[in-house]
Structures are given as structure tokens and as C-alpha cells.
């Protein structure tokens, strides 16, 4: 059985306030195995996890580059070239209320993990994406 991974975006942030030590403490408990954070180093090498205003920012920038599920449900046959080329497959992210197609947060994840092969998921809810 393939191992499945599943990445708590910013903590469990459907549940709690994003990026603070309730969310990632409760990700953890949900059953997450990794925590997606917002961290910043400042000038002085101090890490600090951003503010709403530079996650907005940091967004419409990495919103260009990550592997959008609407990417990966438009062009299945990327997972497999990524693949081949020896890369990871991560789509983001998935939260309730997006689901569409699918009903849940679970059937889609899991339709990309086990239908379509990516190698992890990011979503803001853990508890729902387990084996």
C-alpha cells in the first residue's frame, strides 16, 4: 500500500486561527504528518511566521507556480510526466466548500491520491483525509 501523506494547510486553519500553535497542535491530533507554515526570516535572521497582509502577498506570487488541484484535475497526465522526471506531486488546497466535482473534502483528496497518484495533498482539513 502506497503511503499516503497528508499536509495541514497552515494547521488545521478550518478549525482554528491559521499559522498559531492551536492549529498545528490540532492538525497534529487530526492526523496530519507534515504542517505547511508562512515563515519569514527577517533581516536580522529571525523567524517569524507572516501576517495576513504578506500571506495575501505571498500568495498571488506562489499562486502562479504551485501545482493548483484545478491544474492537476485539468491535465491527470502531468502527475505521471512529473513523476518521470523524478518530481513530487503536491497539489493545494483542499478545504470544504471546493470540492466540486466532488461531495467531500475526502473523496476528492483521495481521488488524487490513489485515482490520480499524487504524492501528497495540502489541505485545511487532516481529519478528513485518512487511509
Same mark, same amino acid.
Given at each position: 500500500?502506497?503511503?499516503?501523506?497528508?499536509?495541514?494547510?497552515?494547521? &488545521?486553519?478550518?478549525?482554528?486561527?491559521?499559522?498559531?500553535? &492551536?492549529?498545528?497542535?490540532?492538525?497534529?491530533?487530526?492526523?496530519?504528518?507534515?504542517?505547511?507554515?508562512?515563515?519569514?526570516?527577517?533581516?536580522?535572521?529571525?523567524?517569524?511566521?507572516?501576517?495576513?497582509?504578506?500571506?495575501?502577498?505571498?500568495?498571488?506570487?506562489?499562486?502562479?507556480?504551485?501545482?493548483?488541484?484545478?491544474?492537476?484535475?485539468?491535465?491527470?497526465?502531468?502527475?505521471?510526466?512529473?513523476?518521470?522526471?523524478?518530481?513530487?506531486?503536491?497539489?493545494?488546497?483542499?478545504?470544504?466548500?471546493?470540492? &466540486?466535482?466532488?461531495?467531500?473534502? &475526502?473523496?476528492?483528496?483521495?481521488?488524487?491520491?490513489?485515482?490520480?497518484?499524487?504524492?501528497?495533498?495540502?489541505?485545511?482539513?487532516?481529519?478528513?483525509?485518512?487511509?
Amino acid at each position: 500500500m502506497r503511503r499516503m501523506h497528508v499536509i495541514a494547510h497552515r494547521g &488545521a486553519s478550518a478549525y482554528a486561527p491559521e499559522n498559531t500553535l &492551536a492549529a498545528f497542535e490540532l492538525a497534529v491530533r487530526q492526523g496530519a504528518g507534515c504542517l505547511e507554515h508562512d515563515l519569514q526570516v527577517t533581516r536580522d535572521g529571525v523567524a517569524r511566521l507572516a501576517n495576513r497582509e504578506r500571506i495575501a502577498s505571498i500568495a498571488a506570487f506562489a499562486s502562479g507556480i504551485g501545482p493548483a488541484k484545478a491544474l492537476i484535475a485539468a491535465q491527470p497526465d502531468i502527475v505521471d510526466l512529473a513523476h518521470a522526471a523524478g518530481m513530487r506531486v503536491t497539489p493545494w488546497t483542499f478545504r470544504a466548500g471546493a470540492t &466540486a466535482p466532488f461531495d467531500s473534502v &475526502a473523496a476528492e483528496t483521495h481521488h488524487h491520491l490513489d485515482a490520480l497518484g499524487v504524492d501528497a495533498v495540502i489541505t485545511d482539513h487532516p481529519e478528513l483525509v485518512q487511509p
